[in-house]
């Protein structure tokens, strides 16, 4: 009799796949070789009988039965995550409230929280979007929050927490940051530049104009937006040029050319801020659940 339904682990390698957009990506996420993966993806259209992906010379994209079968894998993904979790003892129940930049990942971060909450389904979870400047510097006596995720620039300069003791906390992801402007732009902008910011508690537009500065690059700053949908939006709109992380790039943006007479801008990584002292252990597991998803 032909076996029935999907192996998880081929499942796990489909989503790693497809949230990636290409095979070699995916196996990286994996820790398979490109050969394994793309064998396990035959295997896994055969079994579905038929195509699950599109490939292109720019990578993958999930065929309409591919969507489908995305969808029902992160649930069954999930499920088999919290029931491991709950027969492990570490089940999570009660509440977490989670301080996170919106620079990280702003269109898959619902997805994200999503499969958290229904890998625990008895955690009520609070989510506060909050400038990494602020998450960073009440990483110690802020009781609005029980984890932080922020955004800090790789600049080779030390960087501090605002955690006492030291502790240090943990790189979960580490991006490009680019140069953007809507796609439709012209491809050399007119002098002097005109910016698309967020406020000046934002370090990373603090950077972008200290940075302009030094190179004696003209500016002026045409938009000011109140956060990273605002000024996905401005970009859009062709009011001017930023920087943003890659995978805060929306549809409408691209990066920039890189003869355009722009300085080169450093990467950004985000950073999972370290325990307090006496955290709970719900918190920690937490923690720990976390750091899966976010990576």
Known sequence: MRQRGFDLAQLRTFVAVA?????????????LSQSSVSE??????????????????????????????????RRIIAMSDAAFEDLQGRSLDGEL??????????????????????????LKLH????????IDSNADDDASFDLGLSLRLVTGKPHSSGRRGGAASTVVRREKLLWVSAADAAPRPAMPYQL??????????RFVVKLLDEHDVPY??????????????????????????ESSIGGGVVACAANIGLPALPAVEFHLLPAR???????????????RLFA
């Open 19 to 31: 949230e990636s957009g290409s095979v070699s990506a995916g196996a990286q996420r994996v820790f």
């Open 40 to 73: 396990q993806l035959k295997k896994r259209e055969e079994r579905a009988g038929q195509p699950l992906f599109v490939r292109s010379k720019q990578g993958v994209n999930a065929t309409a039965a591919g969507s489908r079968l995305l969808d029902h894998a």
């Open 97 to 122: 409230r989670i301080a996170i930049t919106d620079y990280y990942r702003p269109h898959d971060i619902a997805r994200i929280l999503k499969a958290f909450s229904e890998q625990h389904p008895r």
């Open 127 to 134: 989510v506060t979007v909050l400038p990494s400047a602020v």
């Open 196 to 205: 698309v910011l967020l406020p000046s508690s934002c370090q990373l537009q």
């Open 220 to 245: 002026l700053v045409s938009h000011s937006a109140s956060g990273v949908a605002g000024l996905q939006l401005a970009l859009k709109a062709g009011l001017g040029i930023s920087c943003l992380n």
């Open 277 to 291: 002292p006496g955290e709970s252990e719900r918190v920690s597991n937490a923690r720990m659940a976390l750091m």
